[in-house]
Every structure is written in structure tokens, then in C-alpha cells.
């Protein structure tokens, strides 16, 4: 079994072609590769397949490529501001696209990713919607914040001190701010010209170095904190400082843009007969 | 630059082969390579080099090869019993040693491993000493232990429950127990006949799935409650449940014998350039 391991700000991927699908991608496997012990280890498994070769999650989407998305824990995913970006760069190294711009068909419907010339990607998030105002406890902290739809829900919270500073461990929703059941919570402090710091409590994953929708919520949240509404976004890009690197937003009226790097680490070979030697789980902790 | 993934129990390692010595190995390198969202991610590097093609590390040792081996953190690092069994897998899957027994040189003298016909790796560890009794405060409940050394200093505490119910996160080590700074704190239940179950906190790295000196020492513990003496050591081995999985030690008069699995994962090719495009870990956490 081929895989690549790649990251995006630090989001990081496992790989896996499997252009025909052929690979029986169980949750047992995403989960075994994603183990950082016991695997490759990674937030996710991104699996390069045509579209053709599954059947429902990409019909109607104009795109040769599916990205067959799963996280750590073996549940599917839809779509991955990051994870896209490696996806693509993948795609393009291999000469499997070529670019720069190619369409993804994903679970949440066909993206475009373009290979920029600086050598970052440049995503198509799809539209924001702003919910309401909303407010969230955090470290006895109260922080005040916009409800954020990016496909996903955010409260994103603009504060006025180092984002450090905020205990972000286990941030409490108060009320429901017009939001669904489990938030990303977000701080954000603007640190100078249409330029942000921003820290992520991503749910079910915790604090994590990256997240691409969450630096989206962080973006408006901005943007709506220096006076400007949905429909009315100035374009020009906000820098977003992420704890594991640097991304760039761009606010528009029917899509906003998440640019930044994406990198391949290694390519390799998973050993024949690797998973059927896993340990069993039963044995882990017991005693 | 080539690689391997593998771990035994889960203590997990990148190997590099490096037979004559030509890769310059730094610190930053060892670090990047173990970073686990931006390099391959592991515990430590084990770089497989010719003991002729280092200087003094490896001097007086009848070895071909020397393991090279670098902590997480990019620090040097002595002897690790889980490691030296990957390591071995990887010498003779690599056709680079015969077996079934080989002799490895290492910063903490020679080591002899037999790979056994099970599959499993036997490790000479060296000799035991018991230091003493001593005492350890962790989560509140007072610890009673024995100090011990393996060649690295252990405070091994049986007790009379489930070992996860120890709350081992930041046990403190009471007076000096004749054990100089720092100290690894185990737990260990006797489950069976000559069967333990343990949980470990190893100084630097908190808990972790599994730790090779730990289970010397965990299993000294047991024999001494058991009634076994020093020099007097029964021959019969302990079987030795971590939470990474399951080890056996056996207890000599001048030396110890851990056997266990040894699992390789994965190899590859870490990308051209990758290093260079690193993150700049100024850029981490700021703002």
C-alpha cells in the first residue's frame, strides 16, 4: 500500500492513491494509519480516488478526482480547508492534474483549488453566513463573538490581549448563539493592518495548530469588528496567524478564499501484512 | 534521504540509514524528523550507521553497527530497549545482519539481541541494582516502591489495584531514595502467575505506552515482593502488560533478558528539500 504523508500548517494527512478504488478504506484502517504510534500518524486520511470509481458521494460533480476524507478516528469528513491544499498538491507532483486550478468533487460538493504562483493554494470555501451575535465562557473568561456558518459552525471571539492568554482548553457555548449542536470556538486579536493572530478549539479534536474554515469565522469576525456586513466584504486579504503557520483569507460576497502552503513530507510503502499485526485494542490499558 | 517507520509496543522510531556516516544528523533535524504534525513523527531517531564511521561513540565495541539514537527533542540519547529491537528488525529485514543473534553497538556499550523464532526480539538490558526503598506521592496516594536502577534510575511501586487507577500524571518522588535527578515512577499490579500489569511516567516525556527499563524494573519489583533477592533472582520470566502491549523480562544475577515485539511500519523517501521549508518555529504561537 502506496501513501504519502503531507501538512498544511501543521494539519497533517496520510495520503493513500487508490485511483480505482479498489482499497477497502475501513474505519479500522483510517484509524490504524492515523495512530502516532502505532501508524503513520495524521489528523486525517485523505484517499486519492477518481470520482468515477465511487459511487454517490461524487455524482454530479464536474471533477476527475475525489477527496475521500476521513479523520482520526475512522468517522468520514467532508471537507478540509487544509487537507484540500495537500490533496492538490498531491495531485499535481504526481501528474495526476494539471493545474493550476483543479476541481475536487468532496462530500460537501465540488471545490477549486488553485496551485498559486508562489507555491501556495488558494481554496474556494464556499459562502459564509454570519448567525448572530453569540457568547462563550472559557478559563471563568467570558468572550463576546459572531456565530459563524463556513459550511461547519464558529463562534469566533475578537479579544483584546494575546490569544495565549486565553485559556482555550474547554470553552462553554452560553446559549445557542443560532448554532447546532458542537462549535468551533475561536480567538482572535487583530495585530495590525488587515492582519490576525487566531487560536482554534476545534470540536471533538480539541486545540489544534490549524483549522481552514476556523480561519475564515476568525477573518469576518474581523472584518465585522472594523465595521464591515456580509455583501459589503472590502477583498483585500486578511493575513491569519495560526499556531501552525500563516494563512490568507479573502472575504467575498458568494465565496471567500483560503490561501496557503501545503507540503509533502515523505512518500512511501506501508509494510505487507502491517495491519493485520496491529495490536489488538482489547489489549491496550487493560490490567 | 531514506527512511523507516517502526515501534516496539508502541515506542516508535525513525530510522534513517546512514551506513557510512555521510548525513549530517543535527539536532534540528532529529527534532523536525520526530515533529508529528510536521515531520514523520516519532519518540526518537535511530539512525543506522557502521561503527567504523563514527568517531569514539562506538570505540572498543565488536559491532558492525552502531545505533545512533536521538531523543524527540533533538538531545543524544544512550540505549532504549524498545528501540534496539526495531532496530534489529531493520538490520536484518535489510539483509545488513544475519542473526539470529546480533551485537549493536550503542552509547551505552554493546548490546547483544536475538531475534527468536516467535518473531519476538530479546534484549540483554545488563545488570540490576536495587538502591533501597523509597516513596512517591502521586494524585494524592502515597506510593511505597523500590529504587532501582537499569542503568537509568526507576522508583517501582507495587500496589493493590488497577494501575489505571493511579493518577500517575505528575508523581513526585519523596527524599532521594539514592536516586539521583530524575527518576521514572512505575505502578505495577501482579495479575497472575508471574504476570504484571504496569504503567509508567518516564522523566522528560510524562506517560507513555511503554518504556524497556521500566519493565526491568517493574518486574524487580515484583520478584522483591514475591521474596526474590538480588543474585537470587528466579529465572522464570515475568510477563510484562504496558499499555503499548506486552513484554517479558527475565531476572538474572548479571544481566536482564526483555523480550518483545518489534514492528515495522512503513518506509519511504522524506521529500528533497523538506527541511529547508520547515516552518520557522519563531512563527509558532506568536501574536
Not at 469566533?156 to 448554532?179: K, M, N, W, Y
Not at 475561536?186 to 479534536?205: A, F, K, L, N, Q
Not at 465595521?227 to 486578511?238: I, T, V, Y
Amino acid at each position: 500500500m502506496r501513501f504519502a504523508k503531507g501538512h498544511g500548517t501543521g494539519n497533517d494527512f496520510v495520503v493513500l492513491p487508490d485511483f480505482d478504488g479498489e482499497l477497502d478504506l475501513t474505519p479500522e484502517l483510517a484509524r490504524a494509519l492515523c495512530d502516532r504510534h502505532f501508524g503513520i500518524g495524521a489528523d486525517g486520511v485523505l484517499r486519492v480516488v477518481r470520482s468515477d470509481a465511487v459511487a454517490g458521494d461524487a455524482d454530479g460533480q464536474a471533477a476527475e478526482w475525489f477527496m475521500d476524507y476521513y479523520n482520526a478516528d475512522g468517522s468520514l469528513a467532508e471537507m478540509c480547508g487544509n487537507g484540500i491544499r495537500v490533496f492538490v498538491r498531491y495531485l499535481i507532483e504526481e501528474g495526476l492534474a494539471a493545474g493550476p486550478a483543479v476541481a475536487v468533487a468532496t462530500r460537501a460538493g465540488l471545490r477549486t483549488v488553485r496551485a498559486e504562483a508562489d507555491g501556495q493554494f488558494t481554496v474556494d470555501m464556499g459562502p459564509v453566513a454570519v448567525l448572530g451575535e453569540g457568547a462563550a465562557e472559557a478559563g471563568g473568561q467570558l468572550l463576546v463573538g459572531l456565530a459563524i456558518s463556513v459550511g461547519n459552525p464558529h463562534l469566533a471571539c475578537v479579544v483584546d490581549q494575546p490569544v495565549e492568554a486565553v485559556d482555550l482548553s474547554c470553552p462553554r457555548v452560553l446559549g445557542s448563539a443560532g448554532l447546532a449542536d458542537g462549535v468551533n470556538v475561536e480567538v482572535v486579536r487583530v495585530v495590525g493592518e488587515r492582519e490576525i493572530t487566531m487560536r482554534v478549539h476545534e470540536r471533538g479534536s480539541g486545540l489544534t495548530l490549524s483549522c481552514g474554515t476556523g480561519a475564515v469565522a476568525a477573518a469576518v469576525a474581523a472584518a465585522w469588528s472594523a465595521g464591515e456586513r456580509p455583501g459589503e466584504w472590502l477583498a483585500r486579504p486578511w493575513a491569519v496567524q495560526v499556531p501552525g503557520g500563516r494563512l490568507a483569507v479573502a472575504l467575498g460576497a458568494t465565496a471567500s478564499l483560503l490561501s496557503g502552503p501545503a507540503e509533502i513530507v515523505a512518500r512511501g510503502r506501508i509494510e505487507d501484512g502491517w495491519l493485520a499485526r496491529q495490536r489488538d485494542p482489547a489489549e491496550v490499558g487493560s490490567g
